[in-house]
């Protein structure tokens, strides 16, 4: 998750009067105990702009963070420069809770359709829990409000496939097929699951379970599909003999091994 570090690191600084976790300590044994408080007294604050956020939708106002964090704005704003900060803030926390879940379901060792399962089920379960925050990142309203111009869904989307071409890839080479189709692929995957999930939010006409399995039906069929015409022929239900993972780390981007 190192990119995905990187980039909320990044984000934080636009924000140059607030500490951020990633700063060194100084050496001053009390200005370093005040950041660390700072530091943990902002998340106190995002984790109740989450709460409030699926309370009141996108559209909350500062006052209603404020009461449900149970302080007054002008403390909360002694966290933030504005709402649009705060806006940021949310963007980059939903960036972790989403990447937190996805990334071990990912990579989880399980045979192919469990995976994949698992995987979609990690996706839809964030946007289950937190339909506010999701419909804020996707529908623009990040964008429209906040002074930086970040766009965390299209980033998200952008990692995420990224991941998925090196996964597909390095397992279409293993089965010594071209793996000049992974990357396509991969975006056509996020794309088709992203679009799905806004549906999803919008109807709710059937469960989560139920969406999570269609579209892992669909997904399975395209990998199947592709792989008989190819003579190979793979069993869903059965790990396969090598664990292709994603690593994401500070010097590579994106780099899959076998376990």
């Known amino acids: 998750m190192t990119r995905v570090i990187e980039r909320v690191k990044r984000n934080s600084k636009q924000s140059s009067k607030h500490p951020t976790a990633n700063e060194a300590d100084t050496g001053d044994a009390r200005r370093d105990r005040w950041r660390k408080h700072r530091i943990a007294r902002r998340a106190e604050f995002v984790e109740a702009a989450l709460r409030a956020l699926d309370t009141h939708g996108p559209d909350l106002g500062m006052e209603d963070v404020a009461a449900e964090a149970g302080v007054t704005k002008p403390v909360l704003y002694r966290h933030f420069d504005d709402k649009a900060d705060l806006y940021v803030a949310?963007?980059?926390?939903?960036?972790?809770?989403?990447?937190?879940r996805l990334i071990p379901a990912i990579n989880a060792e399980l045979a192919p359709v469990p995976r994949i399962r698992m995987?979609?089920?990690?996706?839809?379960?964030?946007?289950e829990e937190h339909p506010n925050l999701y419909r804020l990142l996707a529908r623009g309203g990040l964008q429209e409000k906040a002074v930086v111009k970040s766009d965390v869904v299209a980033e998200d989307k952008e990692l995420i496939a990224t991941a998925l071409t090196a996964l597909l890839g390095d397992y279409m080479r293993m089965f010594n097929m071209d793996s000049?189709?992974?990357e396509p692929w991969a975006h056509g995957i996020v794309g088709m699951v992203q679009s799905t999930g806004e549906w999803w939010l919008d109807r709710r006409s059937m469960g989560r379970d139920s969406v999570v399995e269609y579209l892992t039906q669909i997904i399975w069929a395209a990998i199947d599909g592709l792989s008989r015409q190819q003579g190979i022929v793979i069993d869903p239900n059965l790990p396969l003999e090598e664990n292709k993972v994603v690593q994401m780390r500070k010097s590579q981007e994106k780099q899959v091994e076998g376990q």
């Open 90 to 100: 949310l963007g980059q926390r939903g960036t972790e809770i989403l990447f937190q």
């Open 119 to 127: 995987a979609l089920d990690a996706f839809f379960s964030v946007i």
């Open 180 to 182: 000049g189709a992974a």
